[in-house]
């Protein structure tokens, strides 16, 4: 008779259940932990704050619409105004709270130079927020 080590005739020694008893185990220690970590997560100090209420202030800032004609003429809220009344506009204008924006509005047919020159001013004059307005095209 041959022996081999992987073959015994005593096949009785397999378990085929699972054991209970390392699963039981860990699970009694996870309970003891959340039950010694949860009272002390309730603890709270009880602290009588102030109350304040607050409202959002819903103050949108104006808008200067500043417009650019095809031969450079340069219009302030639809008003004709030269370069030196431009800087004082400007000027005062960066003088609100809140600053307006500009919105710039520029012919297709304006030199760009006219374009920079508005920019150039209302940058120096202190405003910050410029926009160009432009009109989509229709598909």
């Known amino acids: ?11 009785d020694g397999l378990v085929s259940e699972i054991n209970m008893t390392p699963l039981v185990d860990v699970m009694l220690v996870l ?23 607050s409202q959002k202030e819903d103050t949108k800032p104006a808008q200067i619409d500043v417009s650019i004609e095809a031969d450079g003429t340069v219009l302030w809220d639809g008003a ?8 004082r506009r400007i000027a005062a204008a960066a003088l609100a709270t809140p600053q307006p924006e500009l919105h710039l509005n520029a012919d297709r047919k304006v030199a760009y130079e006219s374009v920079a020159r508005v920019m150039s001013a209302a940058q120096a004059g202190g405003l910050t927020k410029i926009g160009f307005v432009t009109v989509p095209t229709r598909q």
């Open 31 to 53: 309970l003891i932990v959340f039950m010694v970590t949860i009272p002390v997560m309730r603890h709270a100090v009880k602290i009588d704050l102030p109350h304040a209420s």
């Open 80 to 87: 004709k105004v030269d370069e030196a009344a431009l800087n």
């Open 1 to 11: 008779m041959a022996m081999s080590p992987f073959s015994s005739e005593e096949d």
